[in-house]
């Protein structure tokens, strides 16, 4: 039987998009600005089911010994090396079986004079184990990233925090839960395994890890970053969520009752840039729906505050510009107002709650 094998794999998750449908749309579909067409483009209506996706995006990719080595020994921290090597042993392990199982199937054509020729059950049987194991080098980190959609499901945290609620960020096992399926949506997108990849390289390059290399017996001509980059995914999002948790981190709701709503897009959770930085493990905004956005960090700050239009415009350019392709919004002349700066390239991002205090609603505006 042909494995399940998900071509068609999200790197944003769709759940979350669904605060931004339009009104009344049928057809389930939110305005986009697509940014590679600056100069002349305009939003238009996409299916959010058809947007932020590649095929095969999650495939694991065969590596060899330096890149192994490179990636646990000069990228991950000590306390995570065994676990991770355990981690990509395991997974490598089904890109070894498949060789000899294509290889079986080539010597049974060889044995029969055909594919054809082969009997059936034989033949049933070799495509059912090249099946499972194409599947599982498909599908397992798309599978993880499910698993992590589906604790969201089951606490109901978006739809909580669009009612206003963030309650849950106090009980200690779903608080953990939580930050990490926050940091998976920022480490999980395009943009983001591409600068790792990026970054990655260049770093090769420095006479600091060349010596490193040197000392760990690793060729860094024959360490491919591409092929790592769901393993930084993985140990970003673990790594970065425990130092939040671990530093009692705080998430401030940001409610938006301006004319101007939040947007998203292709990388919805972002990091700041700027003073905020030095706080542990970073200061991540994550807008929750056109009126709620989250901002968590490990500074001592209001659960709940209410924006003003000027910091909504703050938090709206840094998605605008932080995205990778694709921005959206439920209004079409709400991403309109964003364009013109991004010509002007990423600006140093100030956080414009860094310095604000509690307000009233009535205080807001």
């Given at each position: 039987?042909?494995?399940?094998i998900?071509?068609?794999q999200h790197y944003?998750?769709?759940?979350?998009l669904?605060?931004?449908?339009?009104d009344?749309d049928?057809k389930?579909?939110l305005?986009c600005?697509e940014k590679?067409r600056?100069?002349?483009g305009?939003?238009?209506l996409?299916?959010?089911?058809?947007i932020n996706?590649d095929?095969?995006?999650y495939?694991?990719?065969?590596?060899?010994?330096?890149?192994?080595?490179?990636?646990?020994?000069?990228?991950?921290?000590?306390i995570?090396?065994e676990?991770?090597?355990?981690y990509i042993e395991?997974?490598?392990?089904h890109i070894?079986?498949?060789d000899?199982v294509?290889?079986?199937?080539?010597?049974?054509?060889?044995?029969?004079?055909d594919y054809?020729?082969?009997?059936?059950?034989?033949?049933?049987?070799a495509?059912d184990i090249?099946?499972?194991?194409n599947?599982?080098?498909?599908?397992?980190?798309?599978n993880?990233?499910e698993?992590?959609?589906?604790n969201?499901?089951?606490?109901?945290?978006?739809?909580k925090l669009?009612?206003?609620c963030?309650?849950f960020f106090?009980l200690d096992d779903e608080?953990?839960l939580?930050?990490?399926?926050?940091l998976?949506?920022?480490?999980?997108t395009?943009?983001?395994?591409?600068t790792?990849?990026t970054?990655?390289?260049g770093?090769?390059?420095?006479?600091k890890s060349?010596a490193?290399?040197s000392?760990?017996q690793i060729?860094?001509?024959?360490v491919n970053?591409?092929?790592?980059?769901?393993y930084?995914?993985m140990l970003?999002?673990?790594c970065?969520?425990?130092?939040l948790y671990k530093?009692?981190?705080n998430?401030t709701?940001?409610?938006?009752?301006t004319n101007?709503?939040?947007i998203?897009?292709?990388h919805?959770?972002?990091g700041?840039?700027g003073p905020?930085r030095?706080?542990?493990?970073?200061?991540?905004?994550?807008?929750?729906?056109p009126d709620?956005?989250?901002?968590i960090?490990?500074k001592?700050k209001?659960?709940?505050?209410?924006?003003?239009e000027?910091?909504?415009?703050v938090?709206?350019q840094?998605?605008?510009d932080l995205?990778?392709k694709?921005?959206f919004?439920?209004?079409?002349?709400i991403?309109e107002?964003y364009i013109p700066?991004s010509n002007?390239?990423?600006?140093?991002i100030?956080h414009?709650v860094a310095n604000?205090?509690?307000r009233?609603?009535?205080?807001?505006h």
């Open positions: 039987m042909k494995g399940k998900k071509e068609q944003v998750w769709r759940h979350y669904e605060s931004w449908i339009v009344g049928k389930k579909r305005w600005y590679h600056v100069f002349g305009n939003p238009s996409r299916p959010h089911k058809k996706r095929k095969y995006f495939e694991i990719k065969s590596l060899n010994r330096d890149e192994i080595e490179y990636f646990i020994r000069l990228c991950t921290p000590p995570y090396q676990m991770m090597r355990c395991q997974q490598q392990g070894k079986i498949a000899p294509n290889w079986v199937k080539d010597c049974l054509a060889k044995q029969f004079g054809d020729n082969i009997p059936k059950e034989l033949l049933n049987q495509n090249s099946n499972k194991v599947e599982h080098i498909k599908n397992t980190f798309e993880e990233h698993k992590i959609e589906k969201a499901l089951k606490y109901k945290w978006l739809d669009r009612s206003g963030s309650d106090c608080r953990y939580f930050l990490q399926f926050v998976t949506q920022h480490f999980r395009e943009i983001s395994r591409e790792f990849s970054t990655h390289r770093r090769l390059d420095s006479p060349i490193l290399l000392e760990n060729d860094p001509q024959k970053t591409n092929n790592l980059t769901n930084f995914t970003y999002s673990l970065i969520a425990e130092i530093s009692k981190a998430l709701l940001n409610i938006n009752e101007v709503p939040f998203t897009s292709d919805p959770v972002v700041w840039k905020i030095e706080a542990p493990g970073g200061t991540f905004y994550y807008p929750i729906s709620t956005a989250i901002i960090n490990c001592n209001p659960n709940k505050i209410l924006v003003c000027q910091e909504v415009d938090y709206n840094a998605i605008f995205a990778h694709n921005v919004s439920d209004t079409a002349n991403l107002k700066k002007q390239g990423i600006a140093e100030k414009p604000s205090h509690e009233g609603r009535s205080g807001g």
